[in-house]
Each structure stands twice: as C-alpha cells, then as structure tokens.
C-alpha cells in the first residue's frame, strides 16, 4: 500500500517541477468555466427561467451546473488511455509487469497523485472563482451526501472506461482515436457540456442505455435537487451496475491482452 | 593553416535550484535561485586541416558543450572560436556550409520517409549539384552498402544502418569539417569498423577535418592522431596519442604459463615486479615499465623451467584516460 | 521562394508515404470530421431549443464557427505538429541538429513534419461552408470573395501566431506546449459563439490581449450585416488581414527569442 501511495507522491511531485504548467492550467479551466456561464446567460437572460420536463431551471442554478462540471471534468481528467499505448507500444509493460505490483492499482494511484494536484491547483482556485464572480448553490446535507457517492462512482466508471479503451492497444496499432472518441462521447451524452434536460427526445433516449451519464449528468442533478429519493437510488443502482458490467469486461481484456503479450511476444 | 581556433573558451550555465522532497518541491514553485556550473573553463588549441582529432573526457565534461559551440548551436560565455576565419555563432548558415555533424543519439534523417527522399531533400537544402550528389551517393553505397537499405524509412533501419545514413547524410554537401559525436554508440563490431573505415578513408580522399569525441578507445586507436583530453570543463592534455601513453601508461601485465610449480618469487619482486597472482600454472605479473621490461620477466622464467606461453597486455589508452581523470596532471600540458 | 520548392517536395514526399497505410489515412482524417461534427451538433441542439443567442441564429453560428475551424486546420496542417514537436526537441537537445543545417531553422523544422489529420478539419469547414452560404442571404460580389479570402489567410496567421507562440514556450519553459496548447483550445472556445454574449472584460481580452475575435467575430459582422452595438469600433470589422499580419511578426519575434535563449542556454 505504501508503495503505491509512493506513486501518487511522485507523480504529484513532478508535477510541481513545472510551475508555469500550474499557473497556465489554472488560467485554462477559468476560462472554460466564463465560456460556459457566459453562454447560459445570454441564454436565459432572453427568457428568464426555462421550463424543462425536470422542472423550472433558473441561471442561477445553470451556472452552479456550470461551476460543477467544469468541476467533475478536473477531477477525472486523466492520461490513462494514452499511458497505456505508450506502455503496450514500447513493450515498457512487461518492465510493468515483472515488478511485484499490481498494475491497475499502480495506474490507479499515479491517477490519484494528478488528481489531488489537479485537486489542489485547479479545482479549488476554480470553485473559488465560480463562487466569487457567479455564486453556486448548496444542496441539503443529505443531498450533498448522495452527490458524493454518485460522483465517486463516476470516477470510477470513467477509469474503467479509459482502462478499457487503452487496453485495446494490445490488438490495434494506435488509440488516440479511441481517446478522442470516449471525449467527443462524453461531449454530447454525458451532459458535460449541456443538461440532457435541453435534449431532443431522441438524445435522452439513446443516452438512457450509455453509461456516460452517469459520470456527469447524474451526480450533478442530484445536487441540484432535481431528482428524488427514489430517482437517487435508482441512480445509483445503474451506477453499480455499470461499475459490474465494465469491471468484467476489463477484466476479460486484460486477460486475453496479457494472454497474447505473453504467448506473442506483443 | 589553421582551419580552427579556439581561444579561452568558457561556457557558464545558469541552473534553476531544485530541492529533494514534496516541501522543496512547493518552494521551487516560487523561488528562483541559481546555481552558476562551468561547463567549459578557459580552453584553447588550433586544429590544421586533415587533422583527426580525438576530443576525450568523462560524461560531462564539456566535449558535446564545445562541440555545439563550434557548430554555431551555442553562444560562449566568453573567448574565441573560429571556423576558418568565422564566428560560427555569428555566421551560423555559412558555416553550416563548411559543416558535417553528426551526433551518434540522434538523426538528422527523417524519421517517416525513405533515406533516399531525405538525401534528396538535404541536396535540396545545401545545394548540392547533381553531378557531386551522385558520384557521393554512389561512393557511398560502396564503401557503406547503404544500397541495401536506401529506400527504406528510418524508424525501421537497425541503429547501425541508420548510423550508417546519418554518416552519409552529413557528408553528402563534402564539408571541410566533420563532428562526429559518438558515432559508434551502440554498434556492433563490424560496422564500427566500417564506419571507422569510411571516416578514414574520406579523410584521406577529401582532406576532411575531424573532430571524433568518443568513449570507444579503438575509434581513437584506429583514427586519432592527436588527442585533446577535457574533464570537468578543463583542458587536461593536448597532443599525440603516443605521448600521452608514454606519460600515464608506464604500467603493463605479462601473463605466463608455465609447465612446472614455482612457489618462490622473491626474486622477482626484488627486480621491481610490482604485483603477482597465479592460479596454478598461470601467472599474471604487473609492472612498471620504468623499471624492468618483459624481456627480463621471460628471461627470469625460462631459467626456472619450461615456458609454454606468455603474452604482454601492452597499454590501454581507455585505462590510461582512466588514470588521467584520477589524477590530474596540468604539468604535462 | 527555394524554400517552397523544398516544402511542396517534401509534402508530396510525406502523403506518398502515409498513403501507404491507407486505412489508417482515411481514419486519421475521419477522426476530426466526427469530432467537429459533434461540436456543431451540440451548437445546435442549442439552438433547436433556444432559437437564437443575443440575435445571432443557428445558420449565423455556423459561420462564425467554420471561419475559426478552417482557419485552425489550414494553420495546422503546416505548424501544428511542428510546434508541438518542439517540447521534445528542446528537452532532448534534438533541437541542436536544426541549428547545424544551412537553412532558416524555423523553415527547417516546418519542412520536417506535416500534419495530414487538419485535412480533416479543412473537408468538414468546407462542407459547412458552402452548406450555410446557401441559407444565409449574403448577396456576393467580386470584392467581397476577395474579401473573404483576404479574411480566411488573415484568421490563419491569427491561429498560426498562437501556435508559434505557444510552441516557442518550450525555449522558455520544459514541458509547456502540451497544456498550453490545450489552453489554446479552450480559448478558441471562446470564439465558437459571438463574442458580444461575454462581459465587458473578455471583450476587451479577446480583443486587445488575445486577439481572438478577429478570428471570426469581427469580420463576420461584416459579411451577416451585424450593426455595431459593441464598445468597440466599426472599423475592428475591417481589421482581420492586418491583425493577422502584425500577430504573425510579434509570434515570429518571439520564436527568435526563444532559439537566442536556446542558443545560449543550451538545452
């Protein structure tokens, strides 16, 4: 265990080696977050508040929205995908694999060393931003709770995915693609961007069998109090779920990536 | 004539401060103290043309720091260089025209296309006439057999073809001066010795200047003249390979094989043997050449009993830089 | 003039050898068309619900937009992946070797790599282009085609600066091309809707610091025939040529800078 948290030290302490890369991140997510607020409110500004079938949005509930995901995306932005054809490319896996570690959980928590730096330099001088210029609303403590929850299990989905789709390296030449892919996914179904409650029916329908919302959409209406109680745990049971389904799956690849690692010699 | 002439040449590199651990790493974010390293201190010499000159030291040095300072890549702190007549920092493109580099890590190929194609681009570059283009290429494929790899892509020749394309590459303009930096790294046996070949035999035809920094002993063996050693960013030694042998390499092993069991070698310590370990019937003896020659080693052997072999380990010039670096004598200079 | 020579051989050269892997050609290039399709999509799923933003409708954006996306793939194909090579140059000294050829390093490095995946981004702005010229009642003449043209060459120098300057980063600073051109991206956000909807600050960034709006802002109020209701001047509607011309000077000055420092710091 401590060796791995020696991992996310490393990781985190490289990072601060390369101080203008701080100060620019920070500079580059603020923007992000004008951008996005800025937009909705030239939106509502034109009509008010906006009726949706999730109830009546106000701005200042679609800026917090904005606020929050601009949040999710710091927290989960990772390099696992591009980390993993580096490492399956230049053969540095079996260098990986001959060590006494478990590989995931070694990616897993240099993944935690770049998101408690990304924790520490750019969300909370974001979310200070955000509620300074714009102001964010608070859900009830029990609310907050459930959001916690749904966005760790978020996370947790999103990893898998990038494990996923970086493992895939082992059978295809390159996964850039895939990277870009996974994002341009995440741009239109996870509500990353814009609230699947602004969607064409269609949208909603198609997003109903991804799992993308569930990383942004999801947690985030549950902070804002637009789901029930109810709607919460079924929220989290898909959640789980999706956790099952794609923790098998990435178990199968693995196995079968390793299989024609070894038995191939990559 | 000289064709290049470095005078008190210094470098100083300015380096940000990094301290160990998570603390010091947060107080690099917002400190910017700087540590003054002297990578090159106050050197001088002049190179004639058709010289082959082999530049010596430890990593680190200050061989690659000269080096890019008689290209024209960095600016010296303080001193003199010129590259027939001019400052190469100051006239970078014209001497780019008089200048072959080659640096053994590193390609100046492209890295997705065929050789043929980049050379033709480097033709393209340095205006070669067609004529010399092709009497070079055709040298080339001789000598080297890049022939059997020409049209393929760089990133999938083995390192000693691409080393091979590279040497080709920096020659294909027939510069006056050549760098070549580590150009055997790595490289199996033949083609060091192709490629040691080759260097000679341009060298020869072309009068090509070169400057070789190297840790394979053989390439300055086989190629060097004259060698110029550095350590720490100083100059330690100047001058003929032979002469520098003679000051450090006084000392030399004789190995013996003898038929019968010698249990005494008083005798032979008391003739100025410095150190002997035998297993059985092989003896290793070292000595300073100074003071006894190997003629009266084998002489005093023969007259203990039957001698089946000897051989004499004459000196290494890789031990002798060796000893150089342990310690340091100006006096020789 | 030579120097072209070189680039166009060594461009023939490059696609001759990438159409060797076909598949992975047309992916590559397949690639930014979806991605930038999305984007549009979303652009329109917004305004599907919200019909316009601050007077700008959806066949306007669309505009706006493709005059930053076809400005971004034409500056890209050519500086992109030359720019952002340069981290990797500096750091492992490679960028020593450019400084040993008889040849304007800039040039040098521009003639080592091109980027076939903007040719992406150059289909799809087309495609758009001549889809929401069709739709937007804009009556053309002569001048005004010369004009455009004259509008798209000055927002690539405008993109093209940004990327030399970002590149040139790395003389300065290891490591910073990767997230300062991510930034670079995030900014160009900014410009995907009309710059009128931010606030007065961003105004003034995007037009003094970052010269952003000259992209496609500005000159496309004159081709949609936006009155001027912004604080600053009519005239900026003109501007984009020139802008892009001085930008493109300043990020060429600054690259200087950078081999100088390189050339004495080493790398």
Redesign the interface.
């Known amino acids: 265990m401590i060796c791995y948290l020696q991992f996310a030290?490393n990781v985190?302490?490289s990072k601060?080696?390369?101080?203008?890369?701080?100060f620019?991140?920070i500079?580059?997510r603020i923007?992000?977050l004008?951008?996005e607020v800025?937009?909705w409110?030239?939106?509502i500004s034109?009509?008010g508040e906006i009726s949706t079938e999730m109830g009546m949005i106000s701005l200042k509930e679609m800026v917090s929205y904005a606020i929050l995901s601009t949040g999710i995306s710091i927290i989960i932005s990772s390099n696992t995908i591009l980390e993993f054809e580096d490492k399956i490319r230049t053969g540095q896996i079996a260098m990986d694999l001959i060590k006494p570690m478990k590989f995931k959980l070694y990616l897993f928590f240099e993944n935690l060393g770049n998101n408690l730096f990304r924790i520490i330099f750019e969300l909370i001088p974001v979310v200070i931003v955000g509620i300074l210029c714009f102001g964010i609303d608070t859900p009830s403590r029990e609310y907050a709770f459930f959001f916690l929850i749904a966005l760790i299990n978020g996370m947790i989905i999103y990893f898998i995915l990038t494990c996923i789709l970086g493992q895939l390296s082992f059978w295809l030449?390159?996964v850039w693609?895939l990277d870009?892919?996974l994002?341009?996914m995440l741009?239109?179904f996870s509500g990353r961007?814009?609230p699947l409650w602004?969607?064409?029916k269609i949208?909603i329908i198609i997003s109903a069998f991804l799992p993308f919302r569930l990383i942004y959409f999801s947690p985030m209406s549950i902070y804002l109090e637009k789901v029930s109680k109810i709607e919460i745990g079924n929220i989290l049971i898909q959640q789980i779920g999706w956790i099952l389904i794609l923790f098998i799956l990435d178990t199968i690849l693995w196995k079968k990536g390793i299989n024609k690692l070894v038995v191939q010699g990559g | 004539m000289s064709i290049i002439k470095v005078k008190n040449l210094s470098k100083e590199f300015h380096i940000r401060k990094r301290e160990d651990g998570l603390v010091g790493a947060f107080k690099g974010m917002f400190s910017n103290e700087k540590i003054i390293k002297k990578a090159v201190n106050n050197i001088s010499f002049e190179i004639s043309k058709g010289e082959i000159i082999g530049y010596l030291g430890p990593n680190g040095a200050g061989k690659s720091t000269t080096i890019k300072m008689l290209s024209g890549i960095l600016v010296p702190s303080s001193g003199l260089v010129e590259i027939k007549g001019l400052i190469p920092y100051e006239n970078r493109i014209e001497n780019a025209r008089n200048l072959g580099v080659v640096f053994g890590q590193r390609t100046q190929l492209w890295w997705d296309i065929p050789i043929s194609e980049s050379f033709s681009l480097l033709r393209h570059m340095y205006k070669i006439p067609t004529t010399k283009y092709k009497k070079n290429i055709e040298m080339f494929s001789e000598i080297l057999g890049i022939s059997e790899f020409y049209n393929v892509a760089v990133r999938q020749l083995s390192l000693g073809q691409r080393m091979r394309a590279d040497l080709c590459a920096s020659l294909l303009h027939n510069p006056e001066i050549l760098f070549l930096d580590e150009p055997t790294i790595g490289l199996d046996v033949v083609v060091k010795e192709k490629i040691r070949n080759f260097i000679k035999e341009i060298n020869k035809s072309r009068k090509t200047t070169v400057i070789l920094t190297t840790h394979d002993m053989e390439d300055i063996e086989k190629l060097a003249s004259r060698v110029i050693v550095i350590d720490q960013g100083s100059m330690m030694y100047d001058g003929k390979l032979d002469r520098l042998k003679n000051i450090y390499g006084t000392e030399e092993v004789i190995e013996v094989e003898i038929e019968s069991n010698i249990k005494n070698f008083d005798k032979l310590y008391k003739m100025g043997v410095k150190e002997i370990n035998h297993k059985k019937n092989k003896i290793l003896i070292k000595y300073n050449k100074e003071y006894i020659n190997s003629a009266t080693i084998i002489g005093w052997f023969m007259k203990q009993g039957k001698v089946n072999d000897f051989l004499v380990h004459g000196i290494n010039i890789d031990e002798v830089i060796r000893k150089m670096y342990e310690k340091p004598m100006k006096n020789f200079m | 003039m030579e120097s072209l020579i070189i680039y166009l051989k060594f461009i023939s050269i490059y696609l001759k050898c990438r159409l060797e892997y076909r598949i992975a050609f047309i992916l590559d290039i397949l690639m930014p068309i979806f991605s930038y399709s999305i984007n549009y999509l979303t652009i329109s799923i917004i305004l599907n619900r919200f019909s316009s933003i601050r007077g700008w409708d959806f066949n306007q954006i669309m505009f706006l937009y493709t005059i930053n996306l076809f400005s971004y793939g034409l500056s890209g194909v050519i500086l992109y992946t030359p720019m952002r090579s340069l981290d990797n140059l500096v750091k492992n000294g490679d960028f020593d070797m450019f400084l040993t050829k008889p040849m304007n390093p800039f040039l040098h490095l521009i003639n080592r790599q091109f980027e076939h995946i903007f040719i992406g981004h150059l289909i799809l702005g087309s495609i758009v282009f001549f889809i929401c010229l069709g739709k937007l009642n804009i009556t053309w003449s002569v001048l005004k085609v010369i004009w455009l043209i004259l509008v798209l060459l000055g927002a690539t120098l405008i993109q093209g600066a940004f990327m030399i300057i970002t590149g040139s980063l790395s003389f300065f600073y290891t490591n910073s091309t990767s997230v300062a051109s991510s930034i670079l991206n995030s900014l160009r956000g900014f410009i995907d809707y009309p710059i009128s909807i931010y606030n007065k600050g961003l105004k003034i960034l995007l037009t003094f610091v970052l010269p952003y709006g000259f992209i496609s802002f500005y000159p496309s109020k004159y081709f949609l025939n936006k009155s001027n209701d912004e604080i600053f001047h009519h005239l900026f509607q003109y501007a984009t040529p020139i802008v892009g011309i001085l930008l493109f000077i300043l990020s060429y000055k600054i690259w200087l800078l950078g081999v100088n420092n390189y050339k004495s710091s080493g790398s």
């Open positions: 030290k985190f302490q601060l080696a390369y101080r203008m890369n701080v620019l991140s500079l580059h923007a992000t004008f951008v800025s937009i409110s030239a939106i034109q009509t030449l390159t693609h870009k892919l994002n341009d741009k239109i961007f814009i602004f969607f064409p949208f």
